[in-house]
Nanobody, 122 residues
Framework: QVQLVESGGGLVQAGGSLRLSCAVS????????TGWFRQAPGKEREFVAG???????YYADFVKGRVTISRDNAKNTAYLQMNSLKPEDTAVYYC????????????????WGQGTQVTVSS
């Protein structure tokens, strides 16, 4: 079955960095697009970044210039490098996969990870 396992979250001071990983199994990852989303307490889940199977990327305005999405098909793993973190980045971060092209709509993804907590202190 399809499984997505995230790691790399934690507590970091404002201005710090984290790299989230998402290991994917049960799918042909090289044909997948990856989406990263986040959800803060009391808020809707929101799109952070996406990468299509061919490498095209797209970022939400609130993370542009601070976040980089990448992938390693040989390892079936997607990454989200986050720099210059702010307290407002505090949320549970989720990775998701779908075939071929990313979408900014969470409803377009059928497979999700369990989420990893990112907490940024001021």
């Amino acid at each position: 079955q399809v499984q997505l396992v995230e790691s790399g979250g934690g507590l970091v001071q404002a201005g710090g960095s984290l790299r989230l990983s998402c290991a994917v199994s049960g799918r042909t990852f090289s044909r997948d697009a990856t989406g990263w989303f986040r959800q803060a307490p009391g808020k809707e889940r929101e799109f952070v970044a996406g990468m299509s199977w061919g490498g095209n990327t797209y970022y939400a305005d609130f993370v542009k210039g601070r976040v980089t999405i990448s992938r390693d098909n040989a390892k079936n793993t997607a990454y989200l490098q986050m720099n210059s973190l702010k307290p407002e980045d505090t949320a549970v971060y989720y990775c998701a996969v779908r075939s071929w092209y990313y979408s900014v709509d969470a409803g377009d993804y059928a497979s999700w990870g369990q989420g990893t907590q990112v907490t940024v202190s001021s």
